[in-house]
């Protein structure tokens, strides 16, 4: 799948700047990207991103300095300044793009407010799916941040093609800080991620044993919404490695968990194999924890070296998840990739139960007076007056 990144704000700009870093390790590059922010300093720490692909927004209002946690700033700079980001986004080229990807903190202030802009004007001018990966700030990022990723949440799910989220308190480790966290996260947002929008390009490794391409995953994200990303991984160890380790070495490391990932011999069963690694993908920790049953449609993408795809495998993984989602439409395959390791990635595309947004939700109308009242502002247009519940 041809992505073209948009990262929007700090964070937004640091993942895509990962996700550019990782398409280079590739023969062939699948993502190209740009970074927006109103943030000079946020731009120049970027490394993989080219200078001429940082773009910077607001100058004339706060002069390079960012926008805070501003999102109503964020929101109305974006829209002045649409026309310049459409154009950049135009000179990097869009003809042979299958999709374009917002990246965005949703507590802070640029991307926050931006990106529900950003969206609505791709989806007016191209005709390619526009979505948003967007970042839930953790509880004790602060009650403001709160606020403003359930305001620009509550615009993003009408604006946006879907909306895919990552919840950084799901993912943070107890007495971690967010701060010492930040890039471990920003790893798993582009190790899943890169799985999931590398699908569906040729490479040398062989053929698919059921080929997933763009237009799986964009008929499976098609119904909007909120969606959330399981993922497993598994190493292989070759048969060269298993001689030189003797029998007795073979039977105590048929199975070896090592940091969530099992080490699995050649030769067991394929189909078994790959069934178990979709359930731990799905039953494991989402990017977005939720009901996975309350799922309207869901993708089962296997990614590994192709002597390990098996067909009836990923067969028998679709009618497992289509069993334990609310929907009927389950689509999956898979694609060969020359590596140690099997991966699974199951989207759980429009799902109607998570409790992080329903605390979220509720954290903001709490917050609401409060923060118009310190701001002696209204809210922009851009966003909802008030803070609607997405899930009925």
């Given at each position: 799948m041809r992505v073209f990144f948009i990262g929007f704000g700090q964070a937004g700009g640091k993942v895509v700047d990962m996700f550019i870093e990782q398409d280079k390790k590739f023969p062939k590059r699948s993502?190209?990207?740009?970074?927006?922010?109103?943030?000079?300093?946020?731009?120049?720490?970027?490394?993989?991103?080219?200078?001429?692909?940082r773009i910077l927004i607001g100058q004339t209002v706060v002069k390079g300095h960012g926008v805070g946690t501003d999102n109503v700033a964020g929101a109305k700079?974006?829209?002045?300044?649409i026309d310049t980001i459409i154009s950049a986004i135009d000179q990097r080229g869009t003809h042979d793009v299958d999709a374009f990807v917002i990246v965005a903190g949703l507590g802070g202030g640029t991307g926050s407010g931006g990106a529900p802009v950003l969206s609505r004007n791709l989806k007016r001018i191209y005709r390619e799916p526009v979505y948003v990966l967007g970042i839930l700030p953790a509880p004790e990022e602060g009650r403001l941040y709160s606020y403003n990723a359930a305001r620009s949440l509550s615009t993003l799910v009408k604006e946006a093609d879907?909306?895919?989220?990552?919840?950084?308190?799901?993912?943070?480790?107890?007495?971690?800080?967010?701060?010492?966290?930040?890039?471990?996260l920003n790893d798993e947002i582009v190790r899943r991620f890169g799985v999931l929008f590398r699908a569906g390009e040729v490479t040398k490794a062989g053929v698919a044993e059921k080929v997933v391409d763009s237009s799986e995953i964009i008929n499976t994200l098609r119904g909007g919404g909120i969606s959330s990303v399981g993922y497993a991984i598994t190493e292989v160890v070759s048969n060269q490695h298993k001689q030189r380790r003797g029998f007795l070495g073979r039977i105590k490391d048929s199975v070896v968990k090592h940091d969530?990932?099992?080490?699995?011999?050649?030769?067991?069963?394929?189909?078994?194999k790959i069934i178990s690694l979709v359930r731990r993908a799905m039953l494991g920790r989402l990017t977005l924890p939720c009901d996975y049953s309350s799922a309207q449609r869901a993708l089962v993408l296997l990614a590994g070296p192709p002597d390990e795809m098996?067909?009836?495998?990923?067969?028998?993984?679709?009618?497992w998840v289509e069993e334990n989602i609310s929907g009927v439409e389950v689509r999956g395959g898979d694609y060969p990739?020359?590596?140690h390791y099997i991966a699974a990635v199951v989207v759980l595309a429009t799902v109607q139960n998570a409790p992080r947004i329903k605390e979220l939700m509720a954290v903001a109308k709490e917050t609401k007076e409060d923060v118009l009242k310190t701001k002696d502002k209204k809210p922009a247009t851009m966003f909802d007056d008030g803070i609607e519940p997405l899930f009925e």
């Open positions: 993502f190209r990207g740009i970074a927006i922010n109103t943030a000079r300093t946020d731009l120049m720490g970027l490394q993989h991103i080219e200078l001429k692909d700079i974006t829209a002045d300044e879907n909306t895919i989220l990552f919840d950084n308190s799901a993912w943070k480790n107890e007495g971690e800080s967010i701060k010492a966290a930040f890039l471990r969530q990932t099992e080490r699995v011999l050649l030769g067991e069963d394929k189909s078994a098996d067909r009836k495998g990923v067969e028998k993984s679709k009618s990739v020359d590596s």
